[in-house]
Structures are given as structure tokens and as C-alpha cells.
């Protein structure tokens, strides 16, 4: 299976049009490659710019639940911005869509 990793200006259904592709990932299931994802979607957040000095981690993805998001994406992952001294953290909505093809 295929499974492509984008990333989102912060939630999943706002500027859908905007969203931009950060990884692709090959494995036999979502379990397969949830630790490439989530390395990626550290990479992603660690390398940007506005959020230099900043910690990041990633939450494993889950299944799609919300009937606005059915059809455009699979999966939802959380990437979580620690910015230091701040009072909350930064938290921005990756998509994952499966596809059915071999690498």
C-alpha cells in the first residue's frame, strides 16, 4: 500500500486546496509504516523555520471520523509544536491518504 503524508495550514478542513504533500510511505498496512510517519511529520515540523528551538513529536494516526473529512483523506495525524515559554502548544493536522499501489 501507498500512503501519502500532508500536511495541513493547521486543521484538515480549512484550505484543503493549500494542503501540501511532505512524505510518501509503502508498507503492507498503516501499522507498517506508522514510524516513517511519524518521523516524517517531525522532520516536517522540526525543519520549519517558524518553529526553530521549538520541541515536536507526532501522534500515531488514527482512522478518519468526521463525515466533512470522509473521502478526502483516510487517516489524521496530530504534529504538536512545544514552543519554549509559551502557555499552549501549537497543534496542526496531517492527512493520510491510502492508495492501492506497490512501490
Not at 41 to 52: I, K, M, R, W
Not at 61 to 76: N, R, T
Not at 79 to 102: C, H, K, M, T, Y
Amino acid at each position: 500500500m501507498k500512503y501519502m503524508l500532508f500536511r495541513s495550514l493547521g486543521t484538515l478542513d480549512e484550505h484543503v486546496e493549500l494542503h501540501s504533500l511532505v512524505a510518501v510511505e509503502y508498507g503492507d498496512d498503516i501499522f507498517d509504516v506508522t514510524p516513517a510517519l511519524i518521523r516524517a511529520v517531525n522532520d516536517e515540523l522540526s525543519n520549519s523555520p517558524e518553529y526553530a528551538k521549538c520541541q515536536t513529536w507526532a501522534d500515531e494516526p488514527e482512522e478518519i471520523s468526521e463525515e466533512k473529512l470522509a473521502g478526502l483523506y483516510d487517516y489524521i495525524m496530530m504534529g504538536v509544536v512545544s514552543p519554549p515559554n509559551a502557555p499552549e502548544n501549537i497543534l496542526i493536522e496531517f492527512g493520510i491518504v491510502e492508495a492501492n499501489e506497490d512501490p
